[in-house]
């Protein structure tokens, strides 16, 4: 069936293959984004676009009263934990009051479900050992963005008790994939394919001491992101709050080793001293995902399709 979605942050790397994903299903797509982090080249040309920031009122407001979407995909965010620490205030005020501008006009202007992009990376705070953070394991955000996540998920639940507004949770794990900004400080995948294609040194920050293999991630491809979204805008996972992962710990050198063999390069692996705020080890159990929605792409094949693209996509 087509439906009208609105997807948030449709400029970024997340929103835009989501963007890309509807469009392709037939779907009447709009994005909203102030452009901030996303990219002109990423808006799809078959998607309206709405250039606003959330945290205008009445800018959100006029969007949804114009598109009138059924289904709302909200991806747009302060995304990086590093400014979450340097400016709360800002991150609260995109992540959560802006988010609380959204849900005021979804429900105005009667959207059917948003699907929410949370953070099970940041969201569970550190995951010792062999574990896999669940999703009724007990939170432990320790960062801003954290808080600001876990802080939207606790206002959806309650718009869901006294509005019976419906929303679906996905707590993604560290995502990857083409059109991801290698310029930035987080996204090692980005960062690595594009300096082993330039011949670049790279560098592992250190897990706990300067030379070890560094922290230990589970890396998610876009495409099963990307999946969830698709599924969840159906209404098909229902008002559920899922992890979106793989459950596979890796740590920074493999994921260095793996883009090497790939692109067939090798460069110098520097190493540098521990990040603050960095947690060690979140890896993220994927047992009801894989139920829901089959097994994830695997890392090799991952990595094999970002490679691919960074190689031929210049700087
Ligand atoms: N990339 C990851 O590993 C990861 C992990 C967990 C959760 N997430 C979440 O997924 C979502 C997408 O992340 P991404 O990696 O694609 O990041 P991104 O920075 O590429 O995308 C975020 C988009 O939101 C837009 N935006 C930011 N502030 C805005 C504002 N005030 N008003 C309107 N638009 C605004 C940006 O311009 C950008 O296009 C975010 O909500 C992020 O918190 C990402």
């Known amino acids: 069936m087509r439906v009208r979605v609105l997807v948030t942050g449709g400029a970024g790397f997340i929103g835009s293959h989501i963007v890309e994903a509807l469009v392709s299903a037939g779907h009447e797509t709009a994005v909203a984004d102030d452009l901030s982090t996303g990219r002109e080249r990423n808006l799809h040309p078959a998607a309206r676009f709405y250039r606003l920031d959330i945290r205008d009122p009445a800018a959100v407001d006029r969007c949804l009263a114009e598109f009138r979407p059924a289904a709302v995909s909200h991806q747009a965010a302060q995304t990086s934990v590093a400014v979450s620490t340097r400016e709360p205030a800002r991150d609260a005020e ?22 929410f992009a949370s953070t099970g990376g940041a969201i569970y705070g550190e995951v010792e050992g062999e574990r896999r953070a669940k999703v009724g394991d007990q939170t432990h955000p320790l960062s801003p963005y954290a808080c600001s996540k876990l802080a939207v998920e606790h ?14 949770v996905l707590r993604y794990a560290n995502v990857y994939g083409p059109r991801q900004d290698p310029h930035g400080e987080a996204g090692v995948v980005a960062i690595f394919a594009r300096r082993i294609l330039d011949g670049s040194a790279i560098q592992i920050n250190a897990m706990r001491d300067i030379g070890d293999d560094g922290c230990i991630r589970d890396y998610v491809y876009v495409g099963d992101v990307v999946r969830a979204n698709l599924t969840a805008l159906a209404g098909k996972l229902g008002d559920r709050t899922i992890n979106v992962c793989t459950g596979v710990a890796a740590d920074t050198k493999a994921i260095a080793r793996g883009l090497m063999a790939e692109l067939g390069r090798t460069v110098t692996i520097g190493h540098g001293p521990r990040r603050a705020g960095d947690l060690l080890r979140s890896v993220l159990d994927p047992t009801e995902m894989e139920a829901l929605l089959g097994a994830p792409v695997g890392l090799e094949a991952g990595l094999a399709e970002t490679g691919r693209w960074f190689r031929e996509h210049g700087p």
């Not at 995109?94 to 699907?115: D, Q, S």
């Not at 309650?158 to 419906?166: D, K, Q, V, Y």
């Open 94 to 115: 995109i992540n959560v009051l802006g988010t609380i501008h959204l849900l005021g006009a979804c429900v105005r202007h009667g959207v059917e479900r948003l699907v």
């Open 155 to 168: 206002y959806l639940d309650a718009w869901r008790a006294e509005l019976g507004f419906h929303s679906t």
